[in-house]
């Protein structure tokens, strides 16, 4: 049981340039999130999915689209990739939209140059 | 909205000794959950305690437990006989009960365990 594991750990992107960020969840979950994490400041919500087949806008969706590829996986792409995306990533995970407690992964580091 | 505030940007603390991290938040909702998080080094952000609100007993988990005051919102964690893994940032979160899926964090608390 792994949890919820991210690839890639660690990645550079030249401006403009595309990646798509992958995470999976081995619990069953039925909603996954997408976080960002910048210095100095708390983790903000990109996107989430609150199961399987739907996706919506959290605090900070521009620059990013996402896909609910099935019940375990979750992506995150950058279509042109900026600055200002440089920033830890997080992908969770929970039971329901409702569920009490979210399980992260170990996260993806990316530098945008 | 709600808004959640730890006041202590860096704390330090001898092994072995009891430190307790602070966070207030603000809300007008009377179901909800609050959790800390603790993000060592390596980056994964790891559920330490959970509590919630409809609660009257603070949470327990080993050596972490919280102190739970509803009425002033404030939600502190204290780590006794703290480790040298216990170093990490501290998050407190915040969640609004029901169907509503959204965390909300504070900005974090760097806590050093010394030897």
């Known amino acids: 049981n792994a949890g919820v594991t991210q690839t890639p750990k660690f990645q550079v992107l030249k401006t403009g340039q595309s990646m798509t960020l992958q995470c999976a969840q081995d619990?069953?979950?039925?909603?996954m999130y997408w976080y960002r994490q910048d210095p100095g400041m708390g983790l903000r919500l990109i996107y989430y999915?609150?199961?399987?087949?739907?996706?919506d806008k959290g605090e900070v969706p521009n620059g990013y689209n996402v896909s609910r590829l099935n019940k375990r996986e979750f992506s995150l792409r950058l279509e042109s990739a900026a600055p200002s995306q440089t920033s830890v990533y997080f992908c969770?995970?929970?039971?329901?939209?409702?569920?009490?407690?979210?399980?992260f992964g170990p996260g993806t580091r990316l530098l945008v140059l | 909205a709600q808004t959640v505030t730890q006041s202590q940007p860096e704390m330090s603390v001898q092994e072995a000794e009891t430190v307790t991290l602070s966070c207030t938040y603000d809300?007008?909702?009377?179901?909800?959950?609050l959790f800390w998080y603790k993000q060592p080094p390596s980056r994964q952000m790891i559920l330490v305690i959970r509590?919630?609100?409809?609660?009257?007993q603070n949470a327990t988990e080993n050596r972490f437990s919280v102190n739970f005051q509803k009425a002033a919102k404030s939600f502190s964690l204290k780590i006794s006989d703290s480790q040298l893994g216990d170093t990490a940032m501290y998050f407190c979160?915040?969640?609004?009960?029901?169907?509503?899926?959204?965390?909300?964090f504070g900005k974090g608390t760097l806590l050093t365990v010394n030897p």
């Open positions: 979160a915040f969640r609004s009960g029901g169907s509503n899926y959204k965390l909300t």
């Open positions: 999915s609150a199961s399987e087949g739907t996706t």
């Open positions: 969770a995970s929970s039971e329901w939209l409702g569920g009490e407690t979210q399980y």
């Open positions: 809300t007008s909702e009377n179901n909800y959950y």
């Open positions: 619990m069953n979950h039925n909603s």
């Open positions: 509590q919630e609100a409809y609660k009257q």
